[in-house]
């Protein structure tokens, strides 16, 4: 009896079981880091797609041109940025609003999960600006 009672009180190899133990809390945080930041950049260069649209549109007034600036934009991006287009409005009196729409994914879903569709976070960004003459 004493024999197993100073067995149990030996602790030997508890900072291992302690790690092992957190080791998949600290992932699951680090994945959660990782998509927040994977987001703020999504957000971050739709953003700038939209100021580019409005840049290039208040020059040039052509809407070809300045959706494709913000589709080359759009494009610099990983597979996380689904570009959902480009558009702008023209409210008269020379004055336009551009509006991206983009869906931002979530990185580290499986998609089996999902039957091969993985979930995205919707998001648009608008610019408003005037034509320069």
Known sequence: MKRWKRKFKNED??????????LPLALLL??????????????????????????VYSITNSDSEASTAANNILSTTGSYLQNQGVTGSNLGNKKFTAEANVNIRLVFLPRELFGYQVPSIPYAATASSRVIE
């Open 30 to 55: 680090l994945m959660i880091i990782w998509q927040f930041i994977v987001g703020i950049n999504g957000v971050l260069v739709t953003q700038s797609a939209a100021n580019e649209y409005a840049k």
């Open 13 to 22: 190899g508890s900072a291992t079981i302690e790690f092992l133990g957190i």
